[in-house]
């Protein structure tokens, strides 16, 4: 008789199958929708029109005539995939032009591409750690980084949200680890918004002898006159040792990248798992993440960076003056020195508070049926009792089509409220 333990029985009455068969019995899923038109700022999904206030589609490149004459192109002169690695027959003059063209916006002496936006953390943490290292990591960083510091094996040492006393205690203790330190943080928080302490991070990091990475994914092509992302924002481009971002938000595509020191991502080139063993990516997101790359690089892109940074402010004046509780971090220094001012960064990702899990789906649920999308947020995604819909915009919203979205959200939040009891007080001193 078999003794061993089927592998199949943690699918079976897990901690929320229960909450997870309720939600679907009181069509209350806010996940797995079915979208039928392109990421713009209004989009048909299951059978009706919806603002869309939930895309990472930051510049709204994706239907660019030129972004998708771009993938066309490529994927006419390539083919629909290349079959096979970088290493054998996967590299393409696509790939050698867009690395150019990252490692001079970011400032790098070189750039590595990556076939998804997830395998350029671990392939790159995974390739540089090892056994006898330590790597630092901000609780809410990406589950990329958190991954990749697992798959290491390196000490992993995890420190509150911004808290810099929090990072300072970590490296403190990885010094007598016996290897070599790295800190991993996001530029920008993709849940909560906000922008990591980089100058003090960054001042931390060179005082404790440990080398910087910084994972752009939602400041690179948003933040910075470049667009080249928080780092560029705050003036740490020089103090700051790998810096990572993807394809999938403003570049318009699918993909990821990481940009630094020519002997590290040389060495990555022929030692990263991630980028040896997985197919290429296909054409067309290359041919259409070069062209978007292009836009933002030129003297359009500067208008586009500060529409998406206007639509923002806009979007989050809106719900703060109906009473809504957002996110949006604590002040940042902006610069080198303690007497160097402080910003409240707005980004295009505004939170709206909820608390309670169910209270964010009912309150989800109901935007949703009032012609507004976003994205319900909840426990692990963040803390427990930290519910939140994440609502995000692009430059392309117009503010009529924004107006459309706060008069949703006025009326749903009286209708809620008096059915369901209050929702959190916004707080004082948030960014705007």
Known sequence: MPTSIDVFAKVRGHEREQLLRAAREADLMPYFRTVSSPA?????????????????????LTADERVMKGAEDALHRYGTGLTGSRLLNGTTLLHLELE???????????????????????????TLLGPGDTVIVDSADHASILDGALISRAKMRPFRHNRLDRLEHALERAEGDGGGALV???????????????????????????RLMVDEAHGAGVLGARGAGACELLGVEDRVDLRMGTFSKSLAACGGFVTGPAEVIDYLRIASRAFLFTASAVPAALGA????????????????????LERASYLADGLQALGFCLGGGEPV????????????????????????????????????????????????????????????????????????ALEVFARVKREFEAQHGPLPEPQHGAAT
């Open 333 to 404: 220094r902006t610069g080198p020195g303690q007497d160097a001012p402080l910003a409240s960064i707005r980004t295009p990702i505004i939170p709206v508070i909820v608390g309670d899990d169910w209270k964010a789906a009912l309150l989800w649920r109901a935007l949703y049926d009032g012609g507004v999308f976003t994205n319900c947020v909840i426990h692990p995604a963040v803390p427990p009792s930290g519910a939140l819909l994440r609502t995000s915009v692009m430059a392309t919203h117009d503010h009529d089509t924004l107006d459309r």
């Open 184 to 210: 991993v943080v996001d530029g920008v928080f993709s849940m909560e918004g906000d922008v990591a302490p980089l100058v003090d991070i960054a001042e931390l990091c060179a005082s404790h002898g440990a």
């Open 289 to 308: 993440a070069l062209a978007a790359l292009k836009i933002v690089r030129s003297d359009e892109g500067s208008a586009l960076l500060a529409s998406v």
């Open 100 to 126: 150019r063209e990252l490692a001079e916006w970011m400032g790098s002496e070189d750039a590595i591409v990556f076939t998804t936006g997830y395998q350029a953390n671990p392939g790159t943490l995974g």
């Open 40 to 60: 713009m700022p209004v989009v048909e999904m299951e059978g009706a029109p919806r603002i869309m206030l939930a895309s990472n589609n930051y510049l709204g």
